[in-house]
């Protein structure tokens, strides 16, 4: 039986919030084997979140099935107020179910996607805060260069057709090697794949050299216009499996929104080994940065261009993957 009234009712909350939310799931089972070294990697991906974000940013982490010790560290994180939100999840319900179920939970506009091995780089939030502004069309974007990945960028290639046909540039002109060989590196390419796409490759920008064409180790996106085209139902994959594919990439294609990468690296892939002198090293980098003060809420938005919304999705799918057989576009 209640007894008494509530003493919040009909008190009002403060509805002020950050516009800018950081989603990390990490799945983290044991010590041993391929996740022998995962748990240093991952506090270092926080300790350097931490050190390069500012006020405007909060932060999600969710333990994926992760072991005690993990989440014990997690834990510690929401106590100390970190972070503001820490999820728990006793079974693995994979990746892309975590971070979109979070999604919908937040209330931030802007959502920034990391895997738990990302290093932040001094810069990576106001590069991203950048990349929106300065392409108020952009939807999609990566804070590492990704030449030539323009798979899933689909409307944003429809709307870019003529930089494809008469300005394309060679990739050493617009990236550097060192970014492109540690990416490389850390997903096992060797050094030769490197070599060819820096001095042979080619690269399609639009403003500020900026990069038709993303991954999504680490990416921001426009939270809005991607919900509304993400399946409903779950997806039954853990990680990969073109599960990103479904619940990712291809809903973003679907908004006509630009996909884009930035030519300099401000985030680095670690894998699941740390290399300690490097780490190190970024480490004291990034000492005593302090970013500086902004709202991803002041950025503009364009809903797309004329021509790629004229054309119905699967038509947009089709004509690309026409022009990659007649090499209009690669």
């Known amino acids: 039986m209640r007894k008494g009234n509530n003493p919040n009712i009909h008190k009002k909350i403060n509805m002020h919030s950050a516009s800018h939310r950081v989603i990390i799931p990490v799945y983290i089972p044991n010590s041993e084997g391929y996740f022998k070294g995962s748990f240093e990697v991952f506090k270092i991906c926080i300790q350097s979140l931490l050190q390069t974000i500012n006020t405007d940013t909060k932060i999600s982490i969710i333990s994926n099935a992760s072991s005690e010790e993990v989440n014990n560290y997690i834990s510690e994180l929401w106590k100390s107020n970190k972070i503001d939100r820490a999820i728990f999840i006793s079974d693995n319900v994979g990746k892309m179910n975590a971070i979109i179920a979070e999604t919908r939970a937040s209330f931030e506009e802007f959502i920034t996607y990391s895997d738990s091995d990302v290093f932040f780089d001094k810069g990576w939030l106001l590069q991203t805060y950048q990349m929106f502004k300065n392409v108020p069309k952009a939807g999609f974007v990566s804070m590492n260069p990704t030449p030539g990945n323009i798979s899933h960028a689909d409307s944003t290639v429809i709307a870019n057709l003529r930089h494809f046909l008469f300005n394309k540039k060679s990739t050493k002109c617009v990236c550097s090697y060192d ?9 096992g390419r060797d050094i030769q794949f490197t070599d060819n796409m820096y001095d042979s490759g080619n690269v399609v920008c639009v403003k500020n050299n900026y990069i038709i064409g993303a991954g999504h180790f680490c990416c921001t996106i426009r939270k809005t216009p991607l919900l509304k085209y993400v399946p409903s139902y779950k997806s039954n994959i853990k990680v990969s499996g073109s599960s990103e594919n479904k619940y990712l990439d291809i809903p973003f294609d679907k908004t006509g929104l630009w996909r884009l990468s930035s030519p300099k690296a401000y985030v680095w892939h670690m894998g699941n080994g740390l290399d300690k002198e490097w ?52």
């Not at 970014?179 to 997903?187: A, I, R, Y």
């Not at 480490?283 to 919304?309: A, D, M, Q, R, T």
């Open 179 to 187: 970014d492109l060989k540690h990416f490389h590196e850390s997903v």
């Open 279 to 330: 780490a190190l090293k970024k480490i004291e980098e990034i000492n005593g940065f302090n970013e500086e003060s902004f709202s991803f809420n002041s950025i503009p938005f364009s809903n797309g261009v004329f021509l790629s919304k004229l054309l119905p999705y699967k038509l947009k799918v089709i004509t690309v993957k026409i022009l990659k057989k007649l090499k209009v576009i690669s």
